[in-house]
């Protein structure tokens, strides 16, 4: 079945780079997603990659696939005490309407 | 960018009521918007998705009478969750597709029910 997996928690200091790993299950997936949720808040997203791509940049943002592994990755570079917030990574499936999202990944920001 | 609306942002009813929540897309059609439910520390449950006038398709496992979902306009669906009880108390957070933008959602806030 479809399945998305990322580690739960990850702490990282104010400044350094942070990276959320992801593997997913599905190889027919086209796009992939990484989704910002605040507490409280709904969700926010961040940037999203095609499944022919490798790699995508957006500001301090940027996208590793690797799809062989059915690996996704997200690293935010100089990261900010406004970057605390649960990361979620998404895959479509095999239905390009219905996304499937991990658990997320808690980012906390040490001073 | 494309924004969505959900109300109320939370509501607190009796166990046996009814509760319904609004989602809206303010700049935008939206054809399609899905239904997602959280748990604490879950992660998003699609629930259904629902097009414009035409019935919703749930998903495995979503009782479709307890969830009555209406999506009368391309600005609006309603969710309403029927004679709720608490274990109904989550997070629903709805998501609007812009009819001409296909691959990504807009995400609303979020509604916060707990049930009594």
Redesign the interface.
């Known amino acids: 079945g479809e399945d ?1 997996e990322q580690s739960l928690f990850l702490s990282v200091r104010e400044g350094d780079s942070s990276v959320i790993n992801c593997t997913y299950t599905d190889s027919s997936s ?2 992939l997603y990484w ?1 910002k949720q605040e507490p ?6 961040l940037t ?1 990659i095609f499944s022919n791509m490798d790699m995508k940049q957006d500001q301090r943002l940027t996208v590793l696939l690797n799809k062989k592994d059915k690996h996704l990755s997200l690293r935010i570079a100089d990261t900010q005490t406004g970057d605390s917030a649960i990361y ?1 990574c998404a895959e ?1 499936g095999d239905r ?9 990944t808690r980012l906390h920001i040490l001073p | 960018g494309a924004v969505v609306s959900q109300h109320p942002s939370w509501v607190i009813c009796k166990s046996g009521t009814s509760v319904k929540i609004e989602c809206r897309s303010l700049d935008f059609q939206a054809t399609t918007m899905f239904w997602y439910r959280q748990f604490p520390k879950q992660s998003l449950m699609l629930m259904a998705t629902s097009n414009e006038g035409s019935k919703a398709t749930y998903e495995q496992g979503v009782e479709k009478d307890k969830f009555l979902i209406n999506h009368a306009s391309l600005t609006l669906s309603t969710l309403t969750v029927t004679s709720a009880h608490p274990e109904d108390s989550s997070f629903y957070i709805c998501s609007a597709r812009d009819s001409y933008s296909y691959n990504e959602q807009f995400f609303g806030p979020g509604t916060r029910l707990t049930v009594l």
């Open positions: 998305v086209t796009y989704y409280g808040a709904g969700l926010q997203l999203y979620f479509t390009d309407d219905k996304i499937i999202f991990g658990k997320g």
